[in-house]
């Protein structure tokens, strides 16, 4: 059911000084910031050749990653997000299966303008799962 990887999702708690250390440090290539407001979250991609790393600083009072940020105060790696061809599918047979899908498990819009879902990180060995349309 799930294909390519398509991005690692990292929080940190300075956005500026994380892209600095991606450009500079690592020498990659690095997009603009954009608000994502229907997810409480800031982001910046960063391009690899195989894939994508997802820096994710928090917005509103309500962000999703402000827990996460308490608990790593120096950041961490989020969640991994794996592309699927049917969303809708995809969650409806890891809904029957037990899984939980988070928020009110209706897709959102994601950073590329496509449909995601998260799952439980307690329903795969830890690891917060998103899952993309493409
Ligand atoms: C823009 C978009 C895109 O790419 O297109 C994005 O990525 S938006 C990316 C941001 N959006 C999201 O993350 C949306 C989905 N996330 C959520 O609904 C939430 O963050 C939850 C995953 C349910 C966690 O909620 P919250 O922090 O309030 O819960 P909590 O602190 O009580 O955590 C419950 C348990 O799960 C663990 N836990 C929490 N977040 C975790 C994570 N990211 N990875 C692994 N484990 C995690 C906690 O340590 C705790 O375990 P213990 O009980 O053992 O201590
Ligand atoms: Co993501």
Known sequence: MIGRLNHVAIAVPDLE???AQYRNGLGAKVTEATDQ???GVTVVFIEL???KIELLYPLGENSPIRNFLEKNPSGGIHHICYEVDDILAARDKLKAEGAR???D???KIG???KPVLFLH???FFGTLIELEQC
């Open 17 to 19: 000084a994380a892209v």
């Open 37 to 39: 407001p229907d997810h």
């Open 49 to 51: 050749p195989n894939t």
């Open 101 to 103: 899908v988070l928020g």
């Open 105 to 107: 498990g209706e897709p």
């Open 111 to 113: 950073a590329h303008n």
């Open 121 to 123: 990180p307690k329903d």
